[in-house]
């Protein structure tokens, strides 16, 4: 469900994850990974999972019997709020992948992404994010063994039979998807000059990080759409009810969660074991997880760069009075702007090579087109 609205000086965004492809946010681990998720389609215990474009692949491994663990409660239960000024920052903070942060603006329809690409996130701005959450262990099993039809495949060595083996299992097994609930509220306020946006960030402050300070933040998020644009972006996985639209329903949403979550949780993660736990012969040339995605991270940096430089340059653009611009400031910045897009078109191509490649891709040629001169702000 997406819902948009207009009150007073307030711009909502509010949505139920639109649930369409898996979202990684991995822990950077050679043999084992966490990773958020926006659905289960495809997704169960002991089934395969390909960690360049987060899909489901076969059940390759012999499991043993799965564990329920109801002596389990809450392994974390959390509320922060905090400013973001970047692109990446935004991307943790969403749990977006490399490869699906690659693909924003060219074709990608997930929640997450989606709203990160619309978000068009600037230096010159005030942006923050709300999170609020709980989550359990879940049913949990672990792999005896490969099956033996892909044994062999891996025994052979050969270079085509281990991509081959890739392709259907994918690069490990999932062992774990703990359940909870998730409650996230991206916010924006436009500011018109420098000193505003420093007076604005200091009214506000930097974070908070306890359930009392979803209603201090809230207080302080009505008192700047007294006088500027507010716009809000929300998203929740597991619990019920309306979704929150309004800095006081952020700040109930926030408090409740736990007791919502606890009604009706849902999956949020799945925990990924590499192939390389199973196998027979350690010296089967299997990457890691993090040789998989080496390149593709590279890349994806390299488009967040990209995607940073031209959200201050569209800032630029839509409040040229905002700077102390001249008529030929415009153009130069629509050229550099242009050639950013190029730039990362380009980078979505040489990640489609990685994907196909396996994640071996020569990346050594590319480099941002460097920034113009910017007008100072007002």
């Not at 043999?31 to 169960?44: A, M, P, Q, S, V």
Request: net charge neutral; aromatic share 8%.
């Amino acid at each position: 469900m997406i819902r948009l609205a207009v009150s007073g000086l307030f711009l909502f965004a509010a949505c139920e994850l639109a649930l369409n492809a898996p979202v990684a946010r991995a822990q950077q681990d050679d043999t084992f990974r966490i990773y958020d998720i926006e659905h289960t389609t495809g997704l169960n215990l002991a089934r395969g999972f390909d960690i360049l474009t987060g899909a489901p692949r076969a059940e390759c491994v012999v499991p043993k019997k799965p564990e329920e663990n109801p002596g389990y409660g809450p392994d974390s239960v959390g509320f922060r709020s905090y400013r973001i000024e970047n692109s990446q920052q935004l991307d943790r903070a969403l749990g977006i992948s490399a490869s699906a942060s690659i693909k924003m603006g060219v074709g990608s329809a997930s929640g997450s992404v989606s709203y990160s690409n619309a978000l068009s996130v600037s230096s010159y701005g005030l942006n923050y994010v709300v999170e609020s959450s709980i989550k359990q262990k879940g049913k949990s099993v672990l792999a005896e063994t490969l099956k033996e039809p892909y044994r062999k495949l891996l025994a052979s060595g050969k270079p085509e039979l281990l991509g081959r083996f890739r392709s259907i299992c994918g690069d490990g097994y999932i062992t774990e998807m703990p359940t909870g609930g998730e409650f996230k509220a991206i916010i924006q306020i436009a500011t018109n000059s420098r000193s505003e946006t420093e007076a604005m960030a200091a009214s506000i402050g930097g974070s908070y990080a306890a359930y009392s300070g979803a209603a201090s933040f809230s207080n302080s998020v009505k008192k700047a759409a007294s006088t500027n644009e507010v716009r809000i972006w929300s998203f929740r996985r597991g619990g019920g009810g309306p979704v929150p639209i309004t800095p006081d329903d952020i700040a109930t949403e926030a408090a409740n969660l736990p007791v919502s979550a606890a009604k009706t949780p849902a999956p949020l993660q799945i925990a990924v074991f590499s192939y390389t736990t199973v196998l027979d012969d350690p010296s089967i040339p299997l990457d890691t997880f993090s040789e998989r995605a080496a390149q593709i991270e590279k890349l994806a940096d390299l488009s967040s760069r990209a995607r940073n430089q031209l959200g201050d340059l569209q800032f630029i653009m839509n409040h040229p009075s905002q700077f102390y611009s001249r008529p030929t400031d415009l153009p130069q910045l629509a050229q550099e702007a242009e050639s950013l897009n190029e730039f990362r078109a380009l980078i979505k191509h040489r990640a489609d090579e990685c994907i196909k490649s396996d994640g071996a891709c020569y990346i050594g040629d590319l480099t941002p087109p460097q920034p113009s001169v910017r007008p100072a702000r007002r």
